[in-house]
Nanobody, 123 residues
Framework: VQLQASGGGLVQTGGSLRLSCAAS????????MGWFRQAPGKDREFVAN????????YYVDSVKGRFTISRDNAKNTVYLQMNSLKLEDTAVYYC?????????????????WGQGTLVTVSS
């Protein structure tokens, strides 16, 4: 499966963005999906994940209550709605697909990665 992330951009603190991750090649409904991010000079970190049906989600503490992951399997697309953005949310955001059985927060468990989309939050 090929993944294409989009929707990044420049936004002020407190603003919102919605990232999209479009899958092609195979249906995304067969994969667990996750969003990760990598800030300048830092390691890539887990942000959120969602199971195949879309009825289970998990978030890193720093984004709980602000970010929402969702999926539309009919459109082969996963979304990350980001509200109340903070300066520390600035990063390249990556979507990833996992063929495994259970949702994971580990980078090593994801089999396919998108190219990343840059989110810059300014004051």
């Amino acid at each position: 499966v090929q993944l294409q992330a989009s929707g990044g951009g420049l936004v002020q603190t407190g603003g919102s963005l919605r990232l999209s991750c479009a899958a092609s090649g195979r249906s995304s409904s067969g994969y667990l999906m996750g969003w990760f991010r990598q800030a300048p000079g830092k390691d890539r970190e887990f942000v959120a994940n969602i199971n195949r049906r879309g009825d289970y989600t998990y978030y890193v503490d720093s984004v709980k209550g602000r970010f929402t992951i969702s999926r539309d399997n009919a459109k082969n697309t996963v979304y990350l709605q980001m509200n109340s953005l903070k300066l520390e949310d600035t990063a390249v955001y990556y979507c990833a697909a996992d063929r495994g059985a259970a949702p994971s927060r580990q980078i090593k468990d994801y089999d396919y990665w998108g190219q990343g989309t840059l989110v810059t939050v300014s004051s």
